[in-house]
């Protein structure tokens, strides 16, 4: 009788036996890790204190008015952060034309008074009338206090004054000379070429401006005033360009100021990244220092734009606007100590700027709560829900985004 044969193992047997336990592991550490995507590396929020810090630059925003006058010269009467009250000068200007048109007239004024002069000694034998003596010696007064003006012993408001006063002096001079005149004839096309330089003259003459408003006066401009006045209306590609050409000068080709009408109110707009956790929330209050000023400041932020090029904040700031009357941009570090609720940031996902957290419900399930960030310290984050109709709390269970859920 014939045995039955053995069973006889072959090297393809261990082959295949070696890919099925290798499909085994990979089944089994794939369907760990699927576990671990599906329940998310799970954990529940806690209570925490962090403390935050956000640094950026930062577009400073103040009530203000800018005005340009055209003018070939100015005489600030007032130094840089000067308090005005509405009324007050802040300087004299001179227009293109004002200083050769001035010298010329007196120039022919002089030529004229010669000649009057000689005329006038034919006519009356020698003498001249003790008006005209008069007026010389007023004339010559107010010469005396125009150089000393000239030479900064009066103020220019006084020396425009004096100006105008030397012209109406000479003016009057000449008026009387003429009239005493046996004939006038002789000097009217002089009086004629006269009359129009002065006409042209009190058309172009030198002004005075005034201030419009309450406030402090500034004689910077970056151009950007109109642009920034009105701070609900600020936008993330406005504040980056601002940032990116923050240059603020003088203009020379003509005469520009400021008036800065609330004194004790401004605002900082700065723009933070889409994708991190380094945020502020709306309504709170922080403490922030600018680099270059020793005092502190508080400001509470007032809008909170999110967009996916980036997030701007707008920090309300009540305190004295004059030590950043003369900057666009700052540098801001912005410190807080946050009390709330934390998750870790790898556990916050980013949706056009917006954070969200994925919150476990009665269900079972994950739902995407929009929140808020209260502060973080690039590990942690204090989060808070979006919507106040929806309540985050202490146990509540929070998972990690999953790859495909990212932006």
Do not use: W
């Not at 193992?9 to 995507?37: D, E, H, N, P, Q």
């Not at 922030?288 to 400041?297: Q, R």
């Not at 700052?330 to 998750?343: C, D, F, K, P, R």
Request: charged content about 20%; aromatic content about 8%; proline content about 3%.
């Amino acid at each position: 009788m014939e045995q039955g044969r053995g069973f006889r193992a072959t090297k393809r047997f261990y082959l295949l036996l070696l890919i099925s336990a290798v499909l085994l592991v990979v089944f089994v550490v794939g369907a760990i890790y699927l576990m671990k995507k599906v329940t998310g590396n799970v954990r529940k929020l806690s209570q925490m204190t962090l403390y935050t810090e956000v640094e950026s630059e930062a577009v400073v925003v103040r009530s203000e008015r800018l005005f340009s006058e055209s003018a070939s010269e100015s005489h600030i009467l007032l130094e840089e952060g000067a308090l005005v009250s509405e009324g007050d000068p802040i300087a004299v200007l001179y227009p293109y034309s004002y200083e050769s048109t001035l010298a010329n007239i007196c120039a022919k004024e002089a030529a004229l008074y010669t000649h009057l002069e000689s005329l006038m000694r034919t006519d009356t034998g020698g003498t001249l009338p003790a008006a005209v003596v008069q007026y010389n010696e007023q004339i010559n007064a107010v010469s005396q206090q125009m150089r000393a003006a000239a030479n900064g012993e009066k103020d220019p408001v006084e020396y425009a004054k004096l100006e105008s006063r030397m012209v109406h002096l000479l003016s009057e001079r000449r008026a009387l000379m003429i009239e005493n005149l046996k004939d006038k004839s002789l000097v009217a096309d002089a009086v004629a070429e006269l009359d129009t330089l002065k006409q042209s003259f009190e058309t172009n003459s030198a002004r005075t401006v005034v201030s419009e408003y309450n406030g402090y006066v500034s004689f910077y401009s970056d151009a950007n005033e109109d642009n920034l006045r009105d701070v609900s209306q600020l936008t993330v590609p406005l504040i980056k360009r601002i940032l990116n050409s923050p240059s603020i000068s003088m203009d020379n080709e003509s005469f520009n100021y400021r008036i800065v009408t609330d004194r004790t109110t401004f605002y900082l707009a700065f723009v933070q990244s889409a994708k991190r956790a380094d945020r502020l929330m709306p309504g709170l209050t922080y403490s922030f220092t600018v680099k270059g000023v020793k005092s502190a400041y508080q400001g509470r932020i007032i809008t909170e734009r999110d967009t996916a090029d980036g997030i701007l904040y707008v920090m309300q700031v009540n305190a004295d606007v004059r030590p950043l009357l003369t900057t666009r941009v700052v540098e801001i570090s912005v410190q807080n100590n946050a009390t709330g609720l934390y998750v870790p940031v790898d556990y916050i996902q980013y949706t056009n700027g917006v954070p969200y957290l994925y919150v476990k419900t009665t269900d079972g399930s994950f739902q995407k709560i929009a929140v808020y960030i209260a502060g973080s310290d690039g590990e942690n984050a204090i989060v808070s829900a979006r919507d106040s109709n929806i309540s985050l709390f202490a146990g509540l269970k929070v998972r990690m985004p999953l790859d495909e859920e990212g932006e």
